[in-house]
């Protein structure tokens, strides 16, 4: 089996998808990528075919200060939609030359969907984070049918007839669990395959013996996150029963007590910790349920206000407010996750359920069944 994997330049949405693709090539099967040059050959292993350029449509370019609509109104007019224009040549030539027998297309990466119908592939969806399989605009009747109108423009341009480009009528990975994202409410076939979690890279042997609480934002938000950051560093210096650990990108902070890092190895770091608190990106969210972490969840924007949600619902930690939490509010929280059991009992459920789900594994074994 040939599988050709059309991903966005965005380290998150293509993590998932390496371990499925190391999956699949131990099985024997061909992978190759296809996206915006250089950028996704720096993120991936193996042969890359080249797709756009994704430096005019860089959500890098997003002004920090947008939210709500605003932040929904630039992600689609100025990232998702042109690039799929810019991209859908590329992934046209990169079936051409690679034949595959299945095309994945991550959600932001909509070309992938649109050239496969357009040459009657099979072809997946990878939804690696769950928020579109809730329907978060079904109750935002004029920001939906605002949403289908841009993309009727973009099958129109490229003379596809099928529907929404974000749902494969095929198949749906969602790299997360029932548990936490609860039931799809889509027509389209949704497979719950859990997070795939990247394996620890090095050690980390900072832990001084106490509670462990891990402040993170991402590798994005530095610009937006400076004020938050700044608050946490308080507040973990006024809990000495703890170990605070901030992952400050700029290294503007300084602090006595707590401890600052420019970059952390995440994974390896969440095995020592006790407690995490994030803006909710989804691979974040994952990486800490899967060591059974209760989080302190300050959503900014996109996806992560329903990944809060979800949270919050699952029992697995508290939400707090981004933009007006004061290191008083976050002390509150922090102590609230580390001292109540329920929240761990709920981010240990989580993490069963994504024991339970199969993974890259599972994954891999959803998309030999399309052939």
Known sequence: MRVLLVVPPLAGHIAPLRGVASVLSARGHSV??????????????????????SAPFSLALRPPELRGFAALKYLWESYLVPLADAMAPGVASAVSSFAPDVVVADQQAMAGGLVAARCGLP???????STELADPLGSLPKIASWVDDLQAGLRARHGVLLGDLRFSPHLVLAFTT?????????????????PVVPAASGEWSGSDGRPLVVVTLGTSN???????????????????????????PSGHLISESVGLARRIPQVAVFAHASAV???????????????????????????????????TAAGAGVRIRFDRAKSGDIRKAVTSVLSTSDYAAGAARIRESFQAAGGAEEAATHLESLV
């Open 32 to 53: 190759a990528w296809c996206g915006p040059a250089p950028e996704v050959s720096t993120l991936v292993d193996g042969p890359v075919f080249p797709a756009g350029d």
């Open 123 to 129: 072809w997946a969806t990878s939804a690696s984070t």
């Open 178 to 194: 029932r548990a936490l994202a609860g039931s799809s409410r889509l027509a389209a076939p949704v497979s719950y395959v859990g």
């Open 222 to 248: 530095a610009a937006a996150g400076s004020r938050f950051l700044a608050e946490s560093v308080d507040a973990l210096a006024g809990m000495p029963e703890v170990q605070g650990l901030v992952v400050d």
């Open 277 to 311: 608190v994030c803006h909710g990106g989804h691979n974040t969210v994952c990486e800490a349920l899967s060591a059974g972490l209760p989080l302190v969840v300050a959503p900014i924007r996109d996806d992560q206000s329903m990944l809060a949600q979800q949270v």
